[in-house]
């Protein structure tokens, strides 16, 4: 069984940075799109970045220009870098990953815990 596992979360002053990781573990074959959601109060869960496994990136334009997102292949493991946070970025953050585990030949969606990141002064 997969499972993705999310750290950095926390509470951060506008203008500043985080960084959130994504490890994924378990019996894994290969990760095709590893994407990062968020869901505020209230709001739908939205789609903020993905990253295939070559590497090409795809963002929402709310936060083009301040997040990064970046996967470490050997390591399963996807990262968001999040520079010039706004109060409006307070969320929980999701980790998704699209998944084919050892001994299948089936694509499976495994989601983390999620991760709090809350932009207040």
């Known amino acids: 069984q997969v499972r993705l596992v999310e750290s950095g979360g926390g509470l951060v002053q506008p203008g500043g940075s985080l960084n959130l990781s994504c490890a994924a573990s378990g019996s894994i074959a290969y990760i095709n799109t590893m994407n990062w959601y968020r869901q505020a109060p209230g709001k739908q869960r939205e789609l903020v970045a993905a990253i295939t496994s070559p590497g090409s990136a795809d963002y929402a334009d709310s936060v083009k220009g301040r997040f990064t997102i970046s996967r470490d292949n050997a390591k399963n493991t996807v990262y968001l870098q999040m520079n010039s946070l706004k109060p409006e970025d307070t969320a929980v953050y999701y980790c998704?990953?699209?998944?084919?585990?050892?001994?299948?030949?089936?694509?499976?969606?495994?989601w983390g815990q999620g991760t709090l990141v809350t932009v207040s002064s």
């Open positions: 998704y990953a699209d998944v084919r585990a050892r001994y299948s030949y089936h694509y499976s969606e495994v």
